[in-house]
């Protein structure tokens, strides 16, 4: 991709899954990297995992002055940060009348008040260096309803709105896009799927497969680029065409 060489690019739930796959693509493109993750000894793994990173960082994303201490920490490993991938995440599969006030919380606080601590405090510096890109990780689930995830997805929901809200406003300096994921094979997705329901969800997506969170980070890696220069405020579905037809509610 043009324009990522040297860049500075900070991933958030950078440890695992769809963070860490994006991490190393930016390292192959030629970009400094930090990881960002709430789990330690996770964050310990990717840094074997990817000797070349700048940095692996411990923050939960829901405690704004965790992020204000890491984001300054991120400045200092790298000079500055021109991408910010708005990555962490957290799912809880459970039926709408079983949701606790404490699932709720905790949805909402990781996925869209952490995005939004994470957002604000990188336009706010990139603004100040006059440019830089930030994208969120959205959901199919945040477009189409999925039943037993009422909470993930009214949280995705908000952070497709957040996203479009701040490329109207950080524009031109800022671009922000939004990336929505359909079905990923990471550990998250594993950890709540039998082999069973796995097989069931490839029936219904028209390419009879979850995606590899490498092509979530080719993705990634194209809208952060110079070759995605005319892109904002939008969000991208990798899906395998899932919702394409409404299938999603098959």
Same mark, same amino acid.
């Given at each position: 991709?043009?324009?990522?060489?040297?860049?500075?690019?900070?991933?958030?739930?950078?440890?695992?899954?769809?963070? @860490?796959? *994006? !991490? #190393? +693509?930016?390292?192959?493109?030629?970009?400094?990297?930090?990881? %960002?993750?709430?789990?330690?000894?996770? &964050?310990?793994?990717?840094?074997?995992?990817?000797?070349?990173?700048?940095?692996?960082?411990?923050?939960?994303?829901?405690?704004?002055?965790?992020?204000?201490?890491?984001?300054?920490?991120?400045?200092?490993?790298?000079?500055?940060?021109?991408?910010?991938?708005?990555?962490?995440?957290?799912?809880?599969?459970?039926?709408?009348?079983?949701?606790?006030?404490?699932?709720?919380?905790?949805?909402?606080?990781?996925?869209?008040?952490?995005?939004?601590?994470? @957002?604000? *405090? !990188? #336009? +706010?510096?990139?603004?100040?260096?006059?440019?830089?890109?930030? %994208?969120?990780?959205?959901?199919?689930? &945040?477009?189409?309803?999925?039943?037993?995830?009422?909470?993930?997805?009214?949280?995705?929901?908000?952070?497709?709105?957040?996203?479009?809200?701040?490329?109207?406003?950080?524009?031109?300096?800022?671009?922000?896009?939004?990336?929505?994921?359909?079905?990923?094979?990471?550990?998250?997705?594993?950890?709540?799927?039998?082999?069973?329901?796995?097989?069931?969800?490839?029936?219904?997506?028209?390419?009879?497969?979850?995606?590899?969170?490498?092509?979530?980070? @080719?993705?990634? !890696?194209?809208?952060?680029?110079?070759?995605?220069?005319?892109?904002?405020?939008?969000?991208?579905?990798?899906?395998? &065409?899932?919702?394409?037809?409404?299938?999603?509610?098959?």
């Amino acid at each position: 991709m043009r324009g990522l060489n040297g860049k500075s690019v900070l991933v958030t739930g950078g440890a695992s899954g769809i963070g @860490a796959a *994006t !991490a #190393a +693509r930016f390292l192959e493109e030629g970009a400094r990297v930090c990881v %960002l993750d709430r789990d330690e000894h996770a &964050g310990s793994v990717v840094r074997k995992e990817l000797p070349r990173l700048s940095g692996s960082l411990t923050c939960d994303v829901s405690h704004h002055d965790q992020v204000q201490v890491a984001f300054s920490r991120a400045i200092e490993l790298m000079g500055g940060v021109d991408v910010l991938i708005n990555n962490a995440g957290v799912s809880i599969r459970h039926s709408f009348l079983e949701i606790t006030p404490d699932d709720w919380a905790r949805v909402m606080a990781t996925n869209l008040t952490g995005n939004f601590f994470m @957002a604000q *405090t !990188a #336009a +706010r510096h990139m603004v100040q260096r006059g440019g830089g890109v930030i %994208l969120n990780t959205a959901s199919t689930n &945040g477009i189409m309803g999925y039943p037993y995830y009422a909470d993930y997805n009214a949280s995705k929901a908000g952070v497709i709105e957040l996203t479009r809200s701040m490329a109207l406003e950080l524009a031109p300096a800022v671009r922000v896009n939004a990336v929505a994921p359909g079905y990923v094979l990471t550990p998250m997705q594993r950890a709540e799927y039998t082999d069973a329901m796995l097989e069931e969800v490839n029936r219904k997506i028209p390419l009879n497969r979850h995606a590899r969170p490498e092509e979530v980070a @080719a993705l990634f !890696a194209f809208l952060a680029s110079d070759d995605a220069a005319f892109l904002t405020g939008h969000v991208y579905a990798i899906d395998g &065409g899932e919702i394409a037809g409404g299938l999603a509610s098959r």
